[in-house]
């Protein structure tokens, strides 16, 4: 058994890296912007009184872009597997066997972690290579808020898998999800130049929490128990509705 | 000793009835037969067989351990576009705990290992899905419309897969509407019409329940009305010149006998086919749920 699951999620993680568009926005993209943007435009790299003294680099732009890896995954790539091979009637094959559908499952979240981590390693790597971005002066409260966030993002992707009619419908609601959410973490407009209301609302998002954490732990501070505990309850909420609604076919 | 029993199964979904009253035992080693019209209730009586589904009641018996000896190719179950064929037969294989040789099954099935599913025509894909039914050893294959939307020739190639797997032993359920598929693989077959077994029999005794009946057709300008009393004719239809006689037994010598073949034109002999026998079988099944109502 354990044989067939290792068999199976290797096979799961070459189907992935067959995948360019999953390869692409998942670990091209992130780690491309941060390098490029970072390396082009001056303003990025001088120290910025408003972020105390910091770069724009070192905090936000390198959580922004850990968080997009993360957030496309959880939107688009998790979600729009579990559909197809739901469609495709994958998952139903896999239960006339000795195997249940149960492992494709776990061996799909397992590669979304694993690209997760690798995703994250290389942005925070090349970064302090090649920008000099510090890496996390508390690796473990980095780490808390990685899996934190990780798992929510995860979470909400297999409700999407759950709840949606086929792969068409999860692929819109991903990308319509996406734009909102990376909008509220603060991509387009810092969370300290939101307006009060807009923050506030933020801090309950999945990512506008996951997003302060990731700048607060990369930024050498403390994450505030408020995001970790957004977290956690979207996680909660995200993973438990997904398994009440799950179908396999 | 039969290694599938199915007992008065009945399945509904809500108030729709798929499957009403249905019951037939497959021997060790044969290759048995569902066939029926679309919506007849075949795919949902196999998805029972093969624990997929729960039947509503009734009872179904498979001698064999589901999930490791019963190999299942599913009707609109395909793969991910990506995988190739060698990984997917090796995926399958690493799943049972006597797979067999995946390599071989391949081979056999005229498979490229290298080629990815999406590339695969439909022949390929549908070979492909029953080496993965196969791949585990099984004791019994399950096999959905194997043919359906095949070119004749991939028709054959598939139809000569299943004549080997009958030579391993394998016991063989297969579902399907193609009379051909069946008088060419099937030992014996359930006629399904309306959720109901109507007939089970061989493919030839299916034949001769429909009658049996031959059918001389030929031109003639001689009157026939000679031939009537001849006891292997049933009827003598003209229209024209053209003359249909029907009957049972040598036939065709008899009607020479007394019609020598030089005053015929155009003489030309059919028999009931296994297409006639399910006509027959079915509208009969019609006819009576008619009544019934």
């Given at each position: 058994m354990t044989k067939a699951f290792g068999k199976l999620a290797a096979v799961e993680a070459r189907l992935f890296l067959r995948e360019p568009m999953a390869v692409f926005f998942a670990i091209v993209l992130p780690v491309g912007l941060l390098l490029a943007l970072g390396t082009t435009i001056p303003g990025f790299r001088d120290a910025d009184p408003s972020l105390g003294?910091?770069?724009?680099?070192?905090?936000p732009f390198t959580a922004m872009m850990v968080l997009l890896s993360i957030v496309t995954l959880g939107l688009s790539v998790l979600p729009g597997s579990l559909v197809i091979y739901r469609e495709r009637g994958v998952l139903r094959r896999l239960?006339?066997?000795?195997?249940?559908?149960g492992a494709l499952l776990a061996a799909q979240l397992l590669i979304n972690v694993v690209v997760s981590v690798v995703a994250t390693t290389l942005t925070l790597v090349l970064g302090h290579l090649i920008l000099g971005v510090p890496l996390p002066g508390s690796p473990w409260a980095f780490a808390a808020v990685f899996v934190l966030g990780t798992l929510t993002m995860l979470a909400i992707g297999l409700l999407l898998a759950a709840v949606a009619p086929n792969a068409r419908v999860v692929q819109g609601a991903g990308s319509a999800l996406m734009f909102p959410l990376l909008f509220l973490a603060g991509m387009w407009l810092p969370r300290p130049a939101m307006p009060e209301l807009l923050g506030r609302i933020s801090d309950f998002t999945p990512t506008g929490a996951f997003g302060q954490g990731l700048m607060d732990t990369l930024g050498g501070h403390v994450p505030q128990p408020l995001h970790l505990a957004v977290l956690a309850g979207w996680a909660l909420a995200a993973g438990l509705a997904a398994a009440r609604l799950f179908r396999w076919e | 000793m039969a290694i599938i029993t199915v007992n008065h199964l009945r399945k509904t979904y809500g108030t729709r009835v798929a499957v009403e009253d249905v019951s037939f035992s497959v021997e060790e080693g044969e290759v048995f037969g569902i066939v029926g019209r679309n919506g007849a209730g075949k795919t949902t009586t196999v998805e029972c067989v093969a624990g997929l589904r729960t039947p509503t009641a009734g009872t179904v018996t498979v001698d064999a351990d589901l999930k490791e000896q019963v190999g299942v190719q599913l009707q609109e179950c395909s793969l991910p576009d990506k995988i190739r064929v060698g990984e997917a037969l090796a995926l399958y294989a690493s799943f049972y705990s006597r797979p067999a040789g995946w390599r071989a099954l391949a081979e056999e099935a005229g498979l490229d290992l290298r080629a990815p599913f999406g590339k695969l025509s439909g022949g390929q894909r549908q070979r492909l899905s029953v080496a993965l039914a196969l791949v585990g050893s099984p004791r019994v294959a399950i096999l959905d419309e194997l043919t359906t939307g095949l070119d004749p020739r991939a028709r054959r190639e598939t139809w000569d897969q299943v004549v080997r797997i009958r030579e391993r032993g394998v016991t063989v359920l297969l579902v399907t509407h193609f009379m051909e598929e069946v008088e060419r693989l099937c030992d014996r077959v359930a006629v399904v019409s309306r959720g109901r077994v109507r007939a089970v029999d061989t493919p030839a005794g299916l034949v001769a329940r429909a009658g049996g009946e031959q059918r001389l057709v030929f031109h003639t300008d001689?009157?026939?009305?000679?031939?009537?009393?001849?006891?292997?004719?049933?009827s003598v239809t003209t229209s024209g010149s053209e003359v249909t006689v029907t009957g049972t037994g040598d036939l065709l010598s008899a009607v020479a006998a007394v019609l020598p073949p030089s005053r015929t034109r155009g003489l030309r002999m059919e028999r009931t086919t296994l297409d006639d026998a399910f006509l027959v079988l079915t509208a009969e099944s019609l006819a009576g749920t008619q009544e019934e109502s």
């Open positions: 003294g910091q770069r724009f680099v070192d905090a239960s006339t066997t000795p195997v249940r559908p | 001689d009157p026939v009305d000679g031939l009537r009393a001849l006891p292997e004719v049933a």
